[in-house]
Each structure stands twice: as C-alpha cells, then as structure tokens.
C-alpha cells in the first residue's frame, strides 16, 4: 500500500476500523460526502461488506412494521390485486372484472337497508339435538358451539324488520359461514315466524339465500323445514304481499328446491352457483359433461329459471322499484277509481279541461 512520505499515514481513505478518515490537520474543508457520513453512521455500514442474509427472528419487535395479511386481497376471478379499503367502498365487487366476493350475512344487511332501521327477531332460537348426533368431528352440539364462537351468530338464518329508503320490509339473510347455511329446524322456525309477521304488518318480504342444503345433523326434520317454508310464503301470497328472492353464491340444496325459487320476483347476483346438486356430482351420475356456465346466474336466466340477474351496487335501487310497484299497485286496489267496470286513472286538470 503506498504511503506519504511526509507523514508515513497511509493514502487510504479508510482508518483501520473501516470508518472513513478526516483529513482536517491542513486546514481544508471536509468533504460533504464524508460529512454526511460522519453525521449519520447508520450510512457508513451501508458501504461495508456485511455477512449473509439473516431471516428475521420470530422474537424480534416489530409488530408495528408488518403489514396486515389483509391488507391487500387477490381478486380469485381475475388474479388482480386490490387495497382492501378500495373492495370495500365498492361494496366487495372487483373493480376490473366486476367478480362478487361473498359476504357475511350482517355485511349485506349493512348494505343494503337504512343505517340504523333494522331490528332483528328470534335472537332466542337455538338449535337443538333431537338425533343425539356424532360423526368424525364429534358430537353435533359440540360443532354447533365451534361454529357459534367462530362466526358470532346463534344460527344460518338472521331475520328481522328494516326500512329500505324508508320503505318498510321483513328482510330474511343466511349466512354461509355457519356450517354452509345448512338449513335445519330452527332455520325453518325464524323463517315462518318473519313471514308471520309480515302479513301481520303488511310488509314484502326479501330473502337473501345462500346455502349448501339442508342439515344433516337433523335427518328429516331438516327436510321437513322445505315444506314448512313453501307453506309460510303461500299465507304470504294469499295475503297478497310480495316476495323477493335474491340467491347470492352458493345456493343449493334444500333452499333452492324449496322457497327461494318460488317467489314472485327470483334475482341473483352476477356468477352465483345455483342448483340443487353440484355439478361435480351430476357429471357422476350421468356419465356426461355439463356444459361450460352450467349452474351459474347466467346459464339460469338464459333458461327462464330467474327474473333478471343485479350487480350489487344496483340492488338497492332495483328493491326500491319493486316496493314502490308493490305499494303503488296496493293503493291503488284499496280505493280504485272505478267507471264502468273499469278503473282510470285521475287525469292533470291541464289535460283535462282542453
């Protein structure tokens, strides 16, 4: 290494220790690359050959720096990545490919009626063990006490009385978090007795149905609870008050072979899976390939087995339409303007008198 005569210091800009020299003793300015390094140590390392990558010990603190793991959720149609607050101001629709995440029973009551209206009903219900049933996971109401702490509801089925922009309705949502919206007896219960209610108050009714079929755990009752609810919507249509069923995904079994698909209007959300039995299974059994869509809101709609399908963003509006048909149509029965049989409507005095 070459040296300085003079002073027998090596020319190097680095002491020993690794740190830049200062060379001050002549009386001239600092460099401001050294400076700064000298003011911040931290930048000095930065420059120095350190050892091998080290994975971050589980002990460290740094609980604040992570980020969240939900954060940022992959759209599962599209693969696009999207800021979890943004998926939520757009109501959990992808905003490039328009997919419908699915939602918790109480996420879409907050949606779609007025803040604060809703008032839930049967909170007491709770399922019982009539079969005294066990299978590989244990006994049944060991299960239902699993699932209880895990979702925070009692039951699949959360009913009760809301306002939609004031108007009033009997709003009726499953969950498909709880054992995959099994429908069993207590399902069957809360459903006739908000439909009770209904005609009592003279209000629609709105299902929203997502469920993977009726409650094994409760053998025939669960099944029985298909024509308890098809009998609770026929008082229903005899008191002349509408049905809504909107089928959200996924919605099979018991639930689709049953009420919700006997309404006065059948929606569905865009991409939902709707049918009886899974396609997988029908392909077994046929020894055929489905075609490509089977079983989703679209194909359904092609065939004429539901109304029209609404983007989720829309729904409130389109549920605003439909009542306000409902109650314009019910005014106008309980005091028609009849003229020979006939009813017209009254006429602007602007029209009129010309």
Same mark, same amino acid.
């Given at each position: ?16 220790? +690794?740190?830049?020299r ?5 009386? +001239? ?7 700064? &390094? ?5 930048m ?23 980020i969240?793991?939900? &954060?940022?959720? *992959? ?9 979890? *607050? ?22 879409? /009551? ?5 803040p ?9 219900l ?6 005294q ?10 299960? $239902? ?5 895990k979702?925070?509801? $009692?039951?699949?089925? /959360? ?30 219960? *809360?459903?006739?007795r908000?439909?009770e ?8 009714? &709105?299902? /929203?149905n ?12 669960s ?58 299974? /029908?392909?077994? $059994? ?16 092609d065939?004429?087995? $539901? ?6 963003p829309?729904?409130?509006?389109? &549920? ?9 149509? *019910?005014t ?23």
């Amino acid at each position: 290494m070459r040296q300085d005569a003079a002073s027998n210091v090596p020319s190097t800009p680095f002491q020993p220790d +690794g740190h830049l020299r200062h060379n001050t003793s002549s009386g +001239g300015v600092e460099n401001p690359s050294a400076a700064y &390094l000298r003011t911040n140590p931290d930048m000095r390392n930065f420059f120095q050959r350190g050892g091998k990558f080290q994975p971050r010990n589980n002990e460290d603190d740094r609980g604040d720096q992570m980020i969240p793991e939900d &954060l940022w959720v *992959k759209c599962p149609s599209c693969g696009e990545l999207i800021y979890s *607050k943004e998926l939520d101001r757009s109501a959990r629709v992808c905003p490039k490919c328009n997919h419908h995440f699915r939602l918790r029973a109480r996420q879409r /009551i907050r949606l779609l009626v007025d803040p604060g209206s809703f008032e839930e009903w049967d909170t007491g219900l709770r399922p019982e063990d009539p079969l005294q049933f066990v299978d590989g996971q244990g006994a049944y109401p060991d299960k $239902i006490e699993r699932t209880q702490s895990k979702t925070g509801e $009692i039951e699949a089925l /959360i009913t009760g009385g809301a306002r939609l922009d004031g108007r009033p309705l009997a709003l009726i949502v499953a969950d498909f978090d709880f054992l995959g919206a099994s429908m069993g007896s207590v399902w069957g219960e *809360k459903l006739a007795r908000a439909v009770e209610r209904a005609v009592e108050q003279g209000w629609p009714v &709105l299902t /929203i149905n997502a469920s993977g079929g009726a409650r094994m755990h409760e053998g025939l009752l669960s099944l029985m609870q298909m024509a308890k609810t098809v009998s609770a919507f026929h008082r229903l249509g005899e008191a002349r008050l509408p049905h809504f069923s909107l089928l959200v995904d996924p919605c099979y079994g018991g639930v689709t072979a049953s009420y919700a698909t006997v309404a006065d209007v059948v929606m569905a959300e865009p991409g939902a899976l709707i049918g009886f039995a899974g396609q997988r299974v /029908i392909e077994q $059994i046929t020894k055929q390939k489905l075609p490509e869509g089977f079983q989703t809101a679209e194909f359904l709609l092609d065939h004429g087995m $539901i109304d029209f399908i609404v983007e989720r963003p829309n729904l409130r509006s389109q &549920l605003t339409t439909l009542t306000d048909l409902y109650f314009g149509a *019910k005014t106008a029965d309980a005091d028609p303007d009849q003229e020979n049989g006939v009813q017209t409507l009254d006429r602007p005095e602007s029209i009129s008198s010309t």
